[in-house]
């Protein structure tokens, strides 16, 4: 088979490694950056050392701090706006996937005709657009490592996945210490996004060898780790792995693909602004039953990936085993249950249907699945 492997052309990893940043944009004689990042992560202080490493080298920073969760075309807008304004040469996206989500899309339009919503699908961005560094401030997204972007078109009520390698930021940046002040519910909604990452590309279609070692790796780190990340925000050593297990998990997707999890998680994310990662979680049990039958030595993979001991049992029972395994971290790091603890209801799964099949997310599963199948699989993880 042939594949691709596409990520950062650098990547800078471990703790304390932010301070890296400025000297980054100064060697290549850039001048005006613009942080793309949350106001949330300036009340916590977060951006300030790079703010100050920055200006220490007069460089002439501007900070655009109006991302949201599920950031929108809205929130896109204001952000090239500001980057126009600024007359701004670089970007620097600051935060989990919906900063740098927002930054690459900041990347799109400034070397390409809007509106964002033209790019929405595969290879549609033809020119790469200014530099861009992405600093990872949470273990979940995988957003500083791949070619994908999501962003909410409120008109359509959809999540737009733009993939391209065109948005691949040109530094990744995963600093643990960026992680510490991560609350406890992001922790977790991160980290099993990040799991769902890791399972997806380890069942894709687009699977190959080496992402199989990534994706094992990934599910190994990101199950024995997300627990005490969640229970110990401050534990150095849980954040640390917490990075490199969602790094190497977006190594193997960003290069397997997905399925059907992301397809259909991204509607409920559209529509009730749920977060990414609790969609992801509440639907991998669900969706992973649903191709098990298809999978049995694979799940027999991931359960002993997952710390099952799969020696003295056969392979359909350590393939069931994954999946109970799945179940038992969501429910050990705290995820509900169901969609209906959110306040979804039935009426709200019809419409959700033929989206999640167009989705570019759905393409990636090896295991293709009819409307009725999608709309069943929605009233179960209800």
């Not at 193997?252 to 994310?269: E, T």
Request: net charge negative; proline share 6%.
């Amino acid at each position: 088979m042939t594949f691709r492997l596409c990520f950062p052309k650098i990547n800078i990893s471990g703790a304390g490694c932010l301070t890296e940043v400025p000297g980054e944009i100064a060697k290549r004689g850039l001048k005006r950056p613009l942080i793309v990042t949350e106001d949330r992560l300036i009340r916590l202080g977060l951006i300030q050392p790079l703010l100050e490493g920055l200006r220490a080298r007069e460089i002439d920073v501007r900070v655009f701090d109006g991302v949201v969760p599920n950031p929108t075309v809205v929130e896109v807008d204001a952000a090239f706006t500001a980057f126009r304004s600024g007359d701004c040469d670089s970007l620097i996206g600051v935060g989990g996937g919906s900063a740098i989500d927002t930054a690459k899309a900041v990347r799109i339009l400034s070397a390409n005709p809007g509106p964002i919503t033209a790019y929405e699908g595969v290879g549609k961005v033809e020119h790469e657009g200014p530099f861009l560094i992405a600093v990872n401030t949470t273990a979940g997204t995988a957003a500083e490592v791949t070619a994908n972007a999501v962003i909410t078109d409120p008109v359509a009520q959809v999540k737009m996945v733009i993939i391209d390698t065109n948005i691949i930021p040109d530094i990744s940046v995963n600093d643990p210490e960026m992680m510490m002040a991560i609350p406890a519910a992001t922790t977790a909604a991160t980290g099993m996004d990040a799991l769902t990452h890791a399972i997806e590309a380890f069942l894709a279609k687009g699977a190959h060898v080496l992402t199989d070692h990534a994706a094992l790796e990934a599910i190994r780190i990101i199950t024995r780790y997300l627990p005490r990340a969640v229970a110990e925000g401050n534990n150095r050593e849980a954040r640390e792995m917490m990075a490199y297990g969602e790094f190497i998990a977006g190594l193997a997707f960003n290069s397997a693909g997905l399925g059907y999890v992301h397809a259909m998680a991204h509607q409920p994310g559209a529509t009730k602004n749920l977060p990414h990662g609790v969609c992801n979680a509440i639907l991998l049990p669900v969706v992973a039953a649903f191709n098990r039958p298809h999978a049995i030595k694979r799940f027999a993979r991931i359960a002993e990936a997952m710390g099952v001991d799969i020696r003295h049992i056969d392979r359909e029972a350590a393939s069931w085993a994954a999946i109970e395994a799945i179940r038992a971290l969501s429910r050990t790091v705290g995820i509900p249950r169901g969609f209906a603890e959110l306040g979804v209801t039935a009426d709200d799964l019809p419409s959700w249907v033929q989206k999640a099949q167009k989705d570019p997310c759905a393409a990636g599963s090896s295991i293709p699945m009819t409307d009725a199948q999608v709309l069943a699989l929605y009233h179960e993880a209800l």
